[in-house]
């Protein structure tokens, strides 16, 4: 199986920052990373799509990139409601598989 | 509008079975491939399986192969999860969704608790 690392577990930052988040596949995965946002009691939602591709409605302030292995998303001045987990999973091959999520908290 | 339904969740006891349903709705269903995924309390996201459009396929993660089985009536827009020998680590929120590979439509979920 494939096996994604996704870094860092938790981040504290202030509106406005810049926020970065990695996974890294335990191998190529080609371009077929999608990136999740879940808020606490909520089912997950779609933000990017195969890397890099931003989902319909979903603000400008988030992006995908990466190929391969290696795998960034990012939120450019980060809002309140980014307040949520976010979390990589790898759709190249079955079964399909998620990176552990990473805790983002308003500071 | 998409709509996915989950229903059938409940309190089982350990080594019991149970069925879950998703009713789908806003979409030709029987023209996508179906997912299930679940995820434990305070825990991450897994996939635990899929079934072809036209029942034809199924893929299922280690955790469930050989307990869980995913069927679908394309005539009643329903997905299954027919779950046996359910286990303490089974117990979380199951989504079901639809798609080849990426997952915008979600679910409300139902739980399972497998408890004694």
């Known amino acids: 199986d494939i096996v994604m690392t996704q870094s860092p577990t938790f981040m504290s930052k202030s509106v406005g920052d810049r926020v970065t988040m990695n996974c890294k596949a335990s191998?190529?995965?080609?371009?077929?990373v999608d990136w999740y946002q879940q808020n606490t009691g909520q089912s997950p939602k779609l933000l990017i799509y195969?890397?890099?591709n931003r989902y319909t409605g979903v603000p400008d302030r988030f992006t995908g990139s990466g190929s391969g292995t290696d795998f960034t998303f990012t939120i450019t001045n980060m809002q309140a409601e980014d307040l949520a987990v976010y979390y990589c999973m790898q759709s190249d091959s079955y079964p399909f598989t998620f990176g552990s999520g990473t805790k983002l908290e308003i500071k | 509008e998409v709509q996915l339904v989950a229903s059938g969740g409940g309190l089982v006891q350990p080594g019991s079975s149970l069925k879950l349903s998703c009713v789908a709705s806003g979409f030709t269903f029987s023209t996508y491939n179906m997912h299930w995924f679940r995820q434990a309390p305070k825990q991450g996201l897994e996939w635990i399986g899929m079934?072809?459009?036209?029942?034809?396929?199924?893929y299922y993660s280690d955790s469930v192969k050989g307990r869980f089985t995913i069927s679908r009536d394309n005539s009643k827009n329903t997905l299954f999860l027919d779950m046996n020998s359910l286990r303490s680590e089974d117990s979380a929120m199951y989504y079901c969704?639809?798609?080849?590979?990426?997952?915008?439509?979600w679910g409300q979920g139902t739980l399972v608790t497998v408890s004694s």
């Open positions: 195969k890397a890099s």
């Open positions: 191998q190529s995965v080609g371009s077929n």
């Open positions: 079934i072809y459009y036209d029942g034809s396929h199924n």
């Open positions: 969704s639809k798609g080849t590979s990426t997952f915008a439509y």
